[in-house]
């Protein structure tokens, strides 16, 4: 499962970042196009709703003009082309979606990017995420579509045999929680900070396999001893800068599941006693079937209460 779409997503959400995709060719993370209401754009776009679902997920930029020479090559974005009433066109590409792709896509989210800020005019921005379980055909000709690259084509009957036999997957994230700031065993009135490190699994799939890596950060360690809570999966350093967590067979995450699987400690600042220095965190996280998550995590300063 691919991150890309949803961070181009977040990426195009301004005027200035969509003006920045002229001259640029369309790939297998956005389509461009250019409104037109009537049974001709209807098809167009539930073709391209099911392109990215049953690939890795896209980007559709509506009012755009985009054009290509027919002989293979993406389709080169040549201007910018807003529609008239983004909050209308909004509601015609989702009823569109809704109404003529089979099974319904979940998960669909729609920004409106206005130009000028107030104005009803502008772009649609419409993501559409990577489906799981059974494939999605368009009403409109009944064809199978997934998008390969920069084309969206039907696709093949082993393909569409493959999707009907796909489980749901796992889709695994880490958060941040339980900070707090506690006196050290045997630290002779020294502090340290805790730092929770949690994985959830915001998936419909069971997570088999779970496995998360923490780059090496100065001034903090998990623990591994008597004074500290353990982590949950057994540790390791068999990447140079990382600590990696691997879960066997019976650290299965269900969906909706979380679970602390470790805590990071923080030590007090050297030479300045009661202050907790500024962590960048980095954590990458997989299981069984599920492409690597990678996080970054802006740790702010901390003072210790006096």
């Known amino acids: 499962m691919s991150d890309r779409a949803e961070i181009l997503f977040t990426k195009l959400q301004s005027t200035k970042a969509i003006s920045a995709l002229v001259g640029k ?22 073709k391209a709703a099911c392109g990215f679902a049953n690939a890795t997920g896209g980007v559709l930029v509506v009012g755009m003009k985009a054009t290509g ?4 090559t993406p389709d080169v974005i040549q201007s910018e082309s807003p529609v008239a009433d983004v909050g209308a066109v909004s509601s015609a590409i989702l009823d569109i979606i ?6 319904g896509i979940e998960g669909i989210r729609v920004h409106l990017v206005r130009k000028p800020a107030r104005a009803k005019s502008g772009f649609v921005l419409v993501y559409i995420p990577e489906s799981e379980g059974s494939p999605h055909r368009s009403k409109v000709d009944s064809k199978f579509y997934v998008r390969i690259a920069s084309g969206t084509v039907p696709m093949e009957y082993f393909q569409i045999e493959d999707r009907f036999g796909r489980r749901p997957r796992a889709k695994l994230t880490v958060s941040l929680s339980g900070f707090s700031i506690l006196g050290a065993p045997l630290g002779m009135g020294q502090f340290v900070r805790h730092i929770g490190l949690v994985v959830t699994n915001e998936g419909r799939g069971l997570a088999r396999f779970p496995a998360l890596r923490i780059g090496h950060v100065s001034s903090a360690f998990i623990p ?19 600590t990696s967590l691997r879960g066997g067979t019976d650290n299965v995450l269900y969906p909706g599941e979380s679970l602390r699987v470790a805590v990071l400690i923080q030590s007090e600042k050297s030479g300045d006693r009661g202050t907790f220095e500024a962590l960048n965190l980095k954590t990458e996280v997989i299981c069984d079937g599920m492409q690597v998550r990678r996080q970054a995590f802006a740790i702010e300063t901390a003072i210790r209460p006096q």
């Open 25 to 46: 060719s369309e790939d297998g993370d956005f389509d461009c196009k250019e409104w037109r209401s009537g049974p001709g754009m209807n098809g167009s776009i539930a």
């Open 69 to 72: 020479t027919g002989s293979g």
């Open 98 to 103: 809704l109404k003529l792709v089979e099974p």
């Open 224 to 242: 591994n001893n008597v004074y500290y809570p353990a982590p949950a999966w057994p540790a390791s350093d068999g990447v140079p800068g990382w």
